[in-house]
């Protein structure tokens, strides 16, 4: 169940057209320090909207500021609005929103005035269910236009610094530089791809909000082919409808001194892309699951990336094996057990009816668990073969209830080695079921 939250590559029908300024530091401060949430390859940082603190998505994949999902932050407030057409990645139309102007974004220690945001008003396009927690917007362009960004994937934070010369030179002795070129308030790299016996040039954006380590277009260049094995998937949702491809494995991946061996690379549709503006001669996306290897700084001033290994640059690169796609699908009481650490008191003691001493030490709680909803399956997948089919409710995977999973370790579980056997039950109109299959590699 690998979370394929590409979802981002962003095309709006209406443009910014006033200047905007990115992040400033408050007086005296230096660098800005952000906790993240990192699932799936992806990168969700705390950002306050008008006062009221909101979860975004950081990806360097979109120029605009954008929110949606937000029925359970009905205390923020936005200016200067007008509806407009939103489209991007996908197949379907365009969906409404608003543009609003003159918002102010803040992080402790930093701020940044007279914000354009778009707003999606369609509440279907909710990531939080694909993603397992709230997801309420998107940053891009204006998190890094200004300031040297520094995602920690290891220890799972962010680091915002004010240029200067002294924080530049202690960069640049630790860290790789990279020329980074931005177009269009997006960034960029060059690398090869080893596919069909041949060594292709790819000029690919760099895009944070991808959680795949590569996507190709394949019908942007002759020489980009999907190789002969491969399979149908489901790569992902954006603001447009459902992201449809291919996935296979190349011989390599490689940029600048830095090389990948057997990466997965995904291959959209021409369908799915058919709204997002390209940059000339772009090949395709790096996404979070190369990413995730290094300690990255962005520069976008300078054009700059710089790069060090971290101790997952080794990994080798894995799927869901499995074919499911599962997402939250609401919210149920569960009744479990809590252990006392009490005190006996002198006197007070209880027996059964055989007269056995009976120990008062646990006590019965109800608490709020997550219900899960098998989203997608690919074809021929073994999880297609056994039986299962989309609208599943979750009951146990492995034997265990579902809700003591995260979509996090569910989609570790989903990537495991190949033969793992996975046990499911299911509710199916209202009638449970049970399944197994065995993990398999199909590339």
Request: hydrophobic share 40%; net charge positive.
């Amino acid at each position: 169940m690998k979370k394929k939250c590409v979802f981002f590559l962003l095309l709006l029908t209406i443009l910014p057209v006033f200047s905007q300024n990115g992040f400033v530091f408050n007086k005296g401060v230096e660098k800005v320090t952000v906790p993240i949430v990192l699932i799936n390859n992806l990168v969700f940082i705390p950002i306050k909207v008008n006062g009221v603190e909101l979860n975004f998505l950081l990806d360097s994949g979109v120029e605009e500021t954008i929110l949606f999902s937000l029925e359970d932050n009905p205390a923020v407030s936005f200016y200067n609005t007008q509806k407009i057409s939103l489209k991007g990645l996908g197949s379907e139309d365009a969906i409404e929103g608003l543009k609003t102007t003159n918002n102010i974004l803040e992080l402790n220690g930093a701020k940044a005035d007279h914000q354009l945001i778009y707003v999606i008003l369609d509440q279907s396009f909710n990531l939080s269910s694909q993603i397992g927690i709230p997801v309420n917007g998107i940053i891009g362009y204006e998190f890094f236009r200004e300031n040297l960004v520094r995602i920690d994937y290891s220890n799972k934070k962010v680091t915002i610094y004010n240029d200067n010369d002294i924080i530049r030179g202690k960069i640049e002795k630790k860290f790789d530089k990279i020329p980074m070129p931005v177009e269009r308030s997006k960034p960029y790299l060059m690398g090869k791809v080893d596919i069909a016996e041949a060594k292709v040039p790819v000029k690919m954006l760099i895009d944070t909000g991808n959680s795949d380590s590569v996507w190709l277009f394949q019908n942007l260049s002759e020489e980009i082919k999907v190789p002969p094995k491969h399979f149908d998937d489901f790569l992902g949702k954006g603001f447009s409808g459902d992201i449809e491809g291919k996935r296979a494995r190349v011989t390599n991946f490689s940029f600048d001194k830095y090389s990948f061996r057997s990466p997965i690379i995904a291959f959209p549709d021409s369908s799915s892309i058919k709204s997002v503006r390209m940059v000339k001669n772009r090949a395709g996306s790096v996404g979070g699951e190369i990413l995730k290897r290094f300690l990255v700084i962005f520069d976008y001033k300078n054009e700059q990336l710089y790069l060090k290994k971290n101790s997952r640059f080794g990994e080798p690169f894995s799927y869901n094996r499995s074919g499911i796609e599962i997402k939250h699908n609401g919210i149920q009481w569960v009744k479990e057990t809590v252990k006392l650490e009490t005190v006996p008191i002198s006197g007070s003691i209880t027996f059964d009816s055989e007269g056995k001493n009976v120990t008062n030490d646990f006590k019965y709680k109800f608490v709020l668990k997550p219900i899960y909803e098998i989203a997608n399956i690919r074809r021929n997948s073994a999880a297609e073969k056994c039986g299962l089919k989309v609208g599943d409710i979750v009951l146990s995977v492995n034997k265990a209830p579902a809700y003591r999973y995260s979509l996090e370790k569910l989609n570790e579980l989903f990537k495991s080695e190949e033969d793992k056997m996975i046990y499911l039950e299911v509710e199916r109109n209202n009638q449970p079921l049970q399944f197994s299959f065995q993990l398999a590699d199909d590339l």
